[in-house]
């Protein structure tokens, strides 16, 4: 009897050592099951993507985090460094891709919006192409290397440089209701208490223009998240400051939520649903003064800020389109004609498939 036992212990851990996970490659990194490794994905002297994988030793989905896609948004870069010692291989179901920071070049240079060498938005040329400028090589690689292995994607980012940004999340939907069902309940795990539902996204999967959105449009739930804003960061090393835990929090809701991690699931918040969103733009070039702050709720036609010249002469104003919020607020003099001053949000009625 004892022997049989033995025999069917044997039988049976065959099948489960050919369960092991294989090695995940990403770029030049190379992670055996159970272990967390980093290196880089190559794109060009100067712009190789830092990345960590983290592989665990049960059977899951890959969830990749994106951050540094604009370069002055620090918030989510830090938020990563401390994730990749808080979320242990061992046990782990599936794997973690941190794209550490995607845009070296505008990280180094303190560029806001745009890359320093291609004046080009790494969040507009999206799938990217390999001989194309150096931010589309960057999606291209990020494409390639990151979103096609990856199962779901979360793109972190938080207001820019210039960018006085309240948290909130962006729900994207296709019109696919599986692939939009399974990214809402992403947007509601992580936790964010405002969540932009966002119908402008393009359809096709070459003209995809946005990191997650390249892979929503290739069947794959996907958000973005923003939490931070205006280059502030906290005082001393992996330290987090509120902005920073809003984003590793939620990293952490996100793997309970696809069962990546053993921890029991926290009930979900109830979050604003804004329905109605409007960036108003600046009409001139010159210096703006804001006249409100983010998060402060605003009537039809209030004042959001003045434009002037560089003399001081006032030549634009800027009003809220609608009732609602002001989710970010340009927070710096700078502006030049065509660029977002304010994003307003209304909120209402929370989506169909209830509130969580
Ligand atoms: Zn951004």
Redesign the pocket.
């Known amino acids: 009897m004892w022997n049989r036992i033995v025999l069917t212990a044997l039988a049976l851990s065959a099948p489960a050592a050919a369960q092991q996970r294989s090695a995940l490659v990403v770029g030049s990194v190379s992670a055996a099951a159970g272990k967390a490794e980093s290196g880089f994905i190559k794109v060009a002297p100067d712009a190789d993507i830092p990345v960590t994988v983290i592989n665990g030793t049960r059977p899951g989905p890959i969830l990749a985090l994106v951050a540094g896609?604009?370069g002055y948004?620090y918030s989510p870069i830090l938020a990563l460094q401390r994730l990749r010692d808080n979320i242990a291989p061992q046990g782990l179901a599936g794997a973690v891709i941190l794209v550490h920071a995607a845009n070296v070049p505008s990280l180094l240079r303190r560029t806001i919006y745009y890359g320093p060498e291609d004046r080009k938005n790494l969040?507009r040329v999206f799938p990217g192409s390999p001989d194309g400028t150096l931010s589309e090589r960057i999606a291209h690689a990020l494409t390639t290397q990151v979103i096609e292995k990856a199962d779901y994607l979360i793109d972190l980012?938080?207001g820019?440089g210039n960018e006085s940004l309240r948290p909130y999340s962006y729900w994207m939907r296709t019109g696919k209701p599986d692939l939009d069902e399974k990214s809402r309940r992403l947007a509601v795990a992580f936790g964010l208490d405002h969540i932009v539902i966002d119908d402008e996204r393009p359809r096709d999967p070459a003209k995809s223009m946005y990191c997650s959105n390249t892979a929503a449009t290739r069947g794959k739930p996907a958000i973005t998240v923003e939490s931070g804003g205006v280059g502030v960061v906290p005082l001393g090393l992996h330290t987090a400051d509120e902005a920073i835990l809003g984003l590793e929090n939620g990293v952490q809701r996100i793997l309970r939520h696809l069962e990546m991690i053993a921890a029991a699931r926290r009930p979900d918040t109830r979050p604003t649903w804004i329905v109605r969103n409007a960036v108003v733009r600046s009409e001139a070039t010159g210096l703006f003064y804001a006249e409100v702050r983010k998060d402060q709720s605003v009537g039809p036609g209030q004042l959001i800020g003045t434009v002037t010249d560089f003399f001081g002469k006032k030549l634009f104003e800027a009003r809220a389109p609608f009732a609602g919020k002001v989710l970010y607020v340009i927070a710096t003099p700078p502006i030049s004609s065509g660029e977002p001053l304010a994003m307003i949000g209304a909120p209402g009625e929370p989506p169909a498939g209830g509130n969580n």
């Open positions: 896609i604009h948004e969040n980012h938080c820019d």
